[in-house]
């Protein structure tokens, strides 16, 4: 059964470095969502992607937040200065058409520190 | 008030107890709703897709009502591995894409 991957599971990184997120969703899918999860704490959306761009973006995915399709496989989660609040698992979702149910990624673990 | 609203919970129920949870949207242009369970440091998946009619999948019945913008979700003889947290999911159409709101999650316990 297709699924979304996510990589790396776990990243550790110091406040103030780039990190970069990756996720490949499933091949036929059109939607592309990108939302974290603090611990103990609801699932929160950042970003959507459809047509190669940006469709909708929360508060949280400021100036610091990008994202991107290099390839039509790959789609990325690219924070370019880490904060301490940046800690959360990140996860990485698809869907493949309107109103259809989204897959969700395993996740990527940050941890800032 | 919140486009998608879940009491957080905990519910903590006996096994074998039948247990009703209920999700209510702002935006009566949703078109497509489903429920979610979430474990512990694990990623959403999807439980059950609600549909206008109502769907039943063995112990889980999902409702939708419209006229009062409501989902609900029914549980039947809870198991301890019903034990997690129950997101409600709405979708609709919102400037030429696809909008996807969570509520908060509801959080079951199952105890023996």
């Known amino acids: 059964e297709p699924e979304v991957t996510q990589t790396p599971s776990h990243q550790v990184t110091q406040m103030g470095q780039e990190v970069i997120l990756r996720c490949v969703p499933i091949s036929n899918h059109l939607y592309f969502y990108w939302y974290r999860q603090i611990l103990g704490q609801k699932v929160e959306f950042l970003v959507s992607?459809?047509?190669?761009?940006?469709?909708?973006k929360s508060e949280i995915f400021d100036d610091q937040f990008s994202v991107e399709r290099p390839d039509g496989s790959n789609f990325t989660l690219k924070i370019r200065s880490t904060k301490l609040e940046d800690s959360a698992m990140y996860f990485c979702?698809?869907?493949?058409?309107?109103?259809?149910?989204?897959?969700f990624g395993p996740g990527t673990r940050l941890t800032v520190l | 008030r919140k486009e998608v609203e879940q009491d957080p919970g905990p519910f903590n129920v006996p096994e074998g107890a039948t247990v009703a949870f209920n999700c209510t949207y702002s935006?009566?242009?949703?078109?497509?709703f489903f429920w979610y369970r979430q474990d512990c440091r694990k990623e959403p998946k999807l439980l059950m897709s609600v549909y206008s009619s109502g769907n039943e999948d063995g112990r889980f019945t999902a409702q939708l009502n419209r006229a009062s913008q409501y989902i609900s979700l029914l549980i039947r003889d809870s198991k301890l591995s019903d034990s997690a947290t129950y997101l409600c999911v709405v979708n609709y159409r919102s400037g030429g894409y696809q909008k996807v709101t969570f509520g908060t999650g509801t959080k079951l316990q199952v105890i023996p």
């Open positions: 935006n009566s242009a949703s078109q497509s």
């Open positions: 992607f459809y047509n190669n761009e940006i469709s909708e």
């Open positions: 979702a698809s869907m493949s058409g309107a109103g259809n149910e989204q897959f």
